[in-house]
Each structure stands twice: as C-alpha cells, then as structure tokens.
Nanobody, 122 residues
Framework: QVQLVESGGGLVQPGGSLRLSCAAS????????IGWFRQAPGKEREGVSC???????IYANSVKGRFTISRDNAKTTVYLQMTGLKPEDTAVYYC????????????????WGQGTQVTISS
C-alpha cells in the first residue's frame, strides 16, 4: 500500500515561489500516476498537475508556465515547483496516487495525502 506525505507549504507574498514535496512510501508494481490537486475554501478540489511513471506530465491551464512537476531519481518524491504565485493559488494542496494513469480528474486517484496549506498574501 502506497502512502503519501506532503510538505513545503507556507505563506508567501504574491509573485513569490514555493516548492511542495510529496514523499511516497510503500510498494507498487506497474505504471502509476502522481497528481497534485488543490482545494480553496468553498471550492471543489481541482487538478493542478500530474506526472506519469513514464515521465509524461499534464498541467492545468491556470498554472501552465508557472508550476513545474518533477520527481527525484529514485522516483520516491514528486515535487511541485510553484513560481509567480498569485492570491488565487491559495489553497490546501494534496498529492494523490493513481494506478490508472495521469490526469486532472480526481476520480483517477485512489490514495491521497493529508494536504499542505499554501497561502499567498501580502
């Protein structure tokens, strides 16, 4: 069973940067996807980005050019580098694991981390 732990959230001024980490533990065989989602107060959880086990990536239009998803060589940690942060990026950010693939639809994902708060404010 895969477990996920997010870290790296915090308070940043508009225009600033943050790097979120998603540490995965446990065993898995076959292809998989790891996604980043976010949920702002009163809003639905939305997909931000994902990376497939083969290395392919997907980004939501709202973060293209600002956010970059990557993983370490051991493929045990997935990062979300966020730059040019805006107040509307404020949300709890979750990483999630999928044995189905890589996409921005939350229904693809079976396992979720506990989330990390990102607040963009001056």
């Amino acid at each position: 069973q895969v477990q996920l732990v997010e870290s790296g959230g915090g308070l940043v001024q508009p225009g600033g940067s943050l790097r979120l980490s998603c540490a995965a533990s446990g065993s898995n065989s076959g292809h998989y996807g790891i996604g980043w989602f976010r949920q702002a107060p009163g809003k639905e959880r939305e997909g931000v980005s994902c990376v497939f086990s083969t290395g392919g990536t997907i980004y939501a239009n709202s973060v293209k050019g600002r956010f970059t998803i990557s993983r370490d060589n051991a493929k045990t940690t997935v990062y979300l580098q966020m730059t040019g942060l805006k107040p509307e990026d404020t949300a709890v950010y979750y990483c999630a694991f999928s044995t189905t693939g890589c996409g921005l639809n939350r229904s693809l994902y079976d396992i979720w981390g506990q989330g990390t708060q990102v607040t963009i404010s001056s």
